[in-house]
């Protein structure tokens, strides 16, 4: 049956806003105190304290691991960072896809070239979710050398997370403040409660269908504008902008024209995201080290004239305003951006299926029918317009 506009039935929520859609312990959002806790931890206290591998563990497992725990998932993600099997495929992508097109389609493929991709069982279904942590980060990478016309760099399994993704990325091993940035760049996009790529990538495995299929309709969900493709719309906008006195007349314009400033408001947070607290002192700490760049500069003078505007209302930066200027100090290509977000974000995508899995239920909403009823069909030859 459907549910008409009449029916007493409707509770409609557009964009589904408010509306519960699982119950799930992985992590938690005040977005009136501007909170982020994951598991428990404050996403202050593990930017200060945990690495990227950990908080891997913390959000699968639940708790942080003990030191011989941390080490098998830290070797399996080592064993895990190569790609042979996917190679030819990304060799042969033209050289101008979007990064993002890369990574949604690389995990497609893995799910063709997985040894296990027949077996279901939760212990494989784990595995897969770690071997799609272990090689995003190597397709990224590989994808944006041999679009430069380099060759892709092997692993190297001396280095961690964030440092052999760098490593990979430039060909050379990172400092230690931009390996240190990087694992934190990864450690506060992990994960974020349920925003659309987790619910998107949720909705998949409802069906029963595979760890691929889901974490693939996440990438895509992630892509755009409104979620995790602004860090890089926010690095356009700040160049659009060019200096700190066309801040002011370039967001009157923007404002008046109602347009929406990338890296601003949330539909959660109504107070500063404290990720992009954490990021803010980073972009200035890196601005700093650069004379004459003055991306910081002005990125501060839109958070203040925004603030000034339009504060009140709740809108406030996100994570993607310091972002982007963040990863663009590293030296990182403004669309590679949002695979960083979506490297990071697996293991979130990963732990809310498998938790999800636990007492799964098929997600099938409704729709309100707003069309016609009671049509005569006319046959084509009888049709307006013959
Ligand atoms: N710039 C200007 N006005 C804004 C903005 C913005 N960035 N965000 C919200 N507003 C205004 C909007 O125009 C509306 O005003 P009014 O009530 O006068 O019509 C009001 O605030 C409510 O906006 P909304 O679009 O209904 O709010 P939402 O909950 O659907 O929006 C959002 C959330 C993230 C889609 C939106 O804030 C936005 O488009 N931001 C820019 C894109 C962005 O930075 N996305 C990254 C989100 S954080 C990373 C992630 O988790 O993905």
Known sequence: MSISPESDEIKYAKGLE?????????????????????RGFSIETL???SNYEEIVYLLLHGELPTRPELEELTNKLKEYRTCEALMPSIRSFPKDAHPMDVVRSAVSLM?????????????????????????????????????????PIEPDNSLNHAENFLYMLNGEKPDELSAKIMDIMFILHADHGMNASTFSAMVTISTLSDVYSSLTAGIGTLKGPLHG??????????REIKSVDNVKPWLDEALEERRKIMGFGHRVYRAYDPRAKILKKYAKQLGEQKQGDLLFEIGEKVEEYML?????KGIQPNVDFYSGIVLNHLGIA?????????????????SHILEYLESN??????????????????????????
Not at 22 to 37: C, E, K, M, R, Y
Not at 229 to 238: D, F, I, P, Q, T
Not at 308 to 312: I, L, R, T, W
């Open 334 to 350: 403004t669309d590679v951006f949002t695979p960083i977000f979506a490297i990071s974000r697996s293991a979130g995508w990963g």
């Open 308 to 312: 000034e505007k339009v504060g009140a």
């Open 229 to 238: 493709g602004a860090n890089e719309r926010v690095l356009k906008m700040l």
């Open 111 to 151: 799910g063709i070239y997985c040894p296990d991709k027949f077996d279901f069982s939760k212990e494989i279904k784990m595995q897969k979710v770690l071997r799609v942590v272990a090689k995003l980060p190597s397709i990224v990478a590989s994808y944006d050398r041999i679009r430069k016309g380099l060759e």
């Open 361 to 386: 239920r098929l997600f099938r909403p409704r729709a309100i029918y707003n069309g016609p009823y009671h049509q005569e069909y006319i046959e084509i030859e009888n049709r307006e317009g013959e």
């Open 18 to 38: 408010g509306v519960i859609a699982a119950i799930s312990g992985i992590s938690f959002i005040d977005g009136d105190q501007g909170i982020l806790v994951y």
């Open 47 to 49: 930017a200060k304290h």
